[in-house]
T-cell receptor, first 111, second 116 residues
Framework: GEDVEQSLFLSVREGDSSVINCTYT??????LYWYKQEPGAGLQLLTY?????DMKQDQRLTVLLNKKDKHLSLRIADTQTGDSAIYFC???????????FGKGTHLIIQP | DAGVIQSPRHEVTEMGQEVTLRCKPI?????LFWYRQTMMRGLELLIY????????DSGMPEDRFSAKMPNASFSTLKIQPSEPRDSAVYFC??????????????FGNGTRLTVT
């Protein structure tokens, strides 16, 4: 089956950039997503990238996709305390299986 | 749009009792997913419906778990009898194309289940 791997924790200083990494095994995925989960809430779609793109930028967020290495990253510029959350990498386009999620990366912001 | 609505938000029950979790998907979405989240296992897909029909229930842990979708606007996940190891946050999510194409999942806020 598909496998999506993420580091469990990332700690950054407020104002610095955060880079959350994800690797996956399924090369047939057409869309790759990043979700954000704040405490006590469900997962919210943050951004996505189509598999034929290398990069997508949306304000403070930059998504990079390396299809050859099956590596996806999310960069958050000027990290703020409100960015503290769990970030999930997710891949889709596999039909009936829906989306496959990583275990999530806890982003910890240091003052 | 109100988003995906789950109830109850919290459920505390004793081992052996029946638990029913409820979900109302976003209107117009034809696919519905039930996930379970724990610290140890992360987010696990339990079951998936497309057009009210269960497509893949291979993630349902045991026969104690069952899910139904009697119509396009309502689904239930039932655990009978419940056990302490079922304690987790259960999420319902819906999408418009069943995960195909650009069809992200929209999640509810979850039901936190505690079985004592």
């Amino acid at each position: 089956g598909e496998d999506v791997e993420q580091s469990l924790f990332l700690s950054v200083r407020e104002g610095d950039s955060s880079v959350i990494n994800c690797t996956y095994t399924d090369s047939s995925s057409t869309y790759l997503y990043w979700y954000k989960q704040e405490p006590g809430a469900g997962l919210q779609l943050l951004t996505y990238i189509f598999s034929n793109m290398d990069m997508k930028q949306d304000q403070r967020l930059t998504v990079l996709l390396n299809k050859k290495d099956k590596h996806l990253s999310l960069r958050i510029a000027d990290t703020q305390t409100g960015d503290s959350a769990i970030y999930f990498c997710s891949i889709g386009g596999g039909g009936a299986d829906g989306l496959t999620f990583g275990k999530g990366t806890h982003l910890i912001i240091q003052p | 749009d109100a988003g995906v609505i789950q109830s109850p938000r919290h459920e505390v029950t004793e081992m052996g009792q029946e638990v029913t979790l409820r979900c109302k998907p976003i209107s117009g979405h034809n696919s519905l997913f039930w996930y379970r989240q724990t610290m140890m296992r992360g987010l696990e897909l339990l079951i998936y419906f497309n057009n009210n029909v269960p497509i893949d229930d291979s993630g349902m842990p045991e026969d104690r778990f069952s899910a139904k979708m009697p119509n396009a606007s309502f689904s239930t996940l039932k655990i009978q009898p419940s056990e302490p190891r079922d304690s987790a946050v259960y999420f319902c999510a819906s999408s418009s194309q069943g995960g195909q194409g650009n069809s992200p999942l929209h999640f509810g806020n979850g039901t936190r289940l505690t079985v004592t």
